[in-house]
């Protein structure tokens, strides 16, 4: 029998798997940034998409007044707010108060001709103001030299009455 002799080369193929590993590990980093980049954005989208939601179901949510308007044989005008009908062409009156540490009230009230007045702030009204301490009223309306009766049982001076009245809402 004639035995051959088999010649062999080895080659070293480190330097190649080397790089091909390196190609990999390269591949598998841009694509981790991908999905990262990804659900960043998702993550951002979905917090965007939360909050609008949240915003719609406030306002869906908020207790809006129901405003229907009605008309009856007589053409007044009505509207129901909450289950309540308010009549539109009723007298409406409006206070707006100021307490003093001497227990005077300074009250300034707007008188509405309609109820539809006041809720449209259309600015039609009639505006008074009046001092009250212990059911005693003295208007200024009216001539503070007629309310002196008023004025001393308030212990209040016909000057310091007029330096009260700049608590008023209006202006003269």
């Known amino acids: 029998m004639v035995h051959r002799i088999y010649e062999t080369t080895t080659h070293d193929f480190n330097p190649v798997n080397e790089y091909i590993d ?10 981790t940034w991908r999905y990262t980049k990804a659900l960043a954005l ?4 979905f917090g965007l998409f939360l909050i609008l939601a949240a915003y719609a179901y ?14 009856n044989k007589n053409n ?12 539109y062409n009723s007298t409406t009156h409006q ?8 227990g005077i009230s300074i009250t300034t009230r707007r008188k509405y001709s309609t109820t539809k007045d006041l809720l449209e702030k259309t600015g039609n009204y009639k505006e008074d103001c009046y001092l009250r301490k212990n059911n ?12 002196t009766d008023n004025l001393n049982l308030m212990n209040l001076s016909k000057s310091s009455a007029k330096d009260l009245e ?7």
Request: charged share 40%; aromatic share 10%.
């Open 42 to 45: 998702f993550l951002l989208a």
């Open 22 to 31: 390196e190609k990999a590990r390269l591949r598998r980093t841009k694509s």
């Open 136 to 147: 005693i009223v003295i208007e200024y309306k009216n001539n503070l030299d007629d309310q």
């Open 58 to 71: 406030h306002i869906f949510k908020k207790p809006h007044p129901i405003e229907k308007i009605l008309s």
């Open 166 to 172: 700049k608590y008023c809402k209006y202006t003269k």
């Open 95 to 102: 206070f707006d108060s100021y307490e003093t540490d001497d």
């Open 76 to 87: 007044i005008s009505e509207k129901e707010v909450d289950g309540e009908i308010i009549n």
